[in-house]
């Protein structure tokens, strides 16, 4: 009776053992068909995201970010050379070669200056500072003839109101006259010096020496006086746009 049961038992057991070894079988095969499709799934997802242009793998945006940088930072160092060797050029040339290179005088046309070249490098190497004050008179009476024009312009573009600006124009027509009398005796002054130092070089650097500081003066206060008017061009010239290209554009512009 004993032997039965325990034989029954062992049946019992080994149904039991066999039942489990096909549980785990099938959970076996499960687990690998579900392992096969999600690796399909992942090769078909990778194949639409290499077609599609507008999705980028991290490998590639890893690639664009670093050549970006490395272009920037190219872009950086060779600006930053440039500028360095620039300003040793510009320190070399003003404190290493002023003693030895003297300063040439180059022709430059001063279309309001009415003084032949000779005479205007004749002011430039014996009365540097007035030559130099020529020079802004020639640029500031430019500038108030240019505001002249754009005040007749709007004179003309409404006439009804050409009153306005006519009385506005006088007042630069007056300033800017009263200047040009000023720098006709200067520049006679000038032509008198210039005819008497190579007549008789020796008069002529004495009298140089003597006329020298009172021209200068009068051309000073003469450029002085119109202050108040190279300030009111200064404020109504439109902003200057920021950036390289646009800001060039815009002076290139304005000088035209």
């Not at 005819?195 to 650097?205: H, Q, S």
């Not at 000073?220 to 061009?233: C, F, G, N, R």
Request: net charge positive; proline share 2%.
């Amino acid at each position: 009776m004993v032997d039965k049961l325990k034989e029954n038992k062992s049946k019992e057991e080994k149904k039991k053992d066999k039942a489990e070894k096909r549980a785990l079988k099938k959970e076996a095969k499960e687990a690998k068909i579900k392992a096969k499709l999600a690796a399909k799934s992942d090769k078909k997802n990778t194949k639409d995201g290499a077609k599609d242009p507008n999705v980028k793998s991290d490998v590639s945006t890893a690639k664009e970010k670093k050549s970006f940088f490395t272009i920037k930072k190219l872009i950086f160092f060779t600006v930053l050379i440039i500028i360095i060797f620039g300003s040793g050029f510009v320190v070399y040339k003003m404190y290493f070669l002023a003693s030895d290179e003297p300063i040439i005088y180059k022709t430059i046309v001063l279309k309001n200056v009415n003084l032949p070249d000779e005479m205007l490098e004749f002011s430039f190497d014996k009365m540097n500072d007035l030559y130099f004050a020529l020079a802004t008179y020639n640029l500031r009476t430019f500038l108030l003839t240019k505001e002249i024009n754009r005040i007749t312009k709007i004179g003309e573009d409404y006439p009804d109101q050409h009153k306005i600006a006519e009385k506005e124009k006088k007042n630069w027509i007056k300033a800017k006259e009263k200047v040009e009398k000023k720098f006709v005796k200067i520049e006679k002054e000038i032509k008198e010096l210039y005819v008497l130092y190579n007549v008789n070089k020796e008069d002529g650097v004495k009298k140089i020496e003597e006329k020298s500081k009172e021209l200068l003066l009068q051309a000073t206060e003469a450029l002085k006086s119109l202050d108040p008017y190279i300030e009111i061009i200064e404020a109504n010239k439109k902003k200057e746009p920021q950036g390289f290209i646009d800001n060039t554009i815009f002076k290139i512009k304005n000088i035209l």
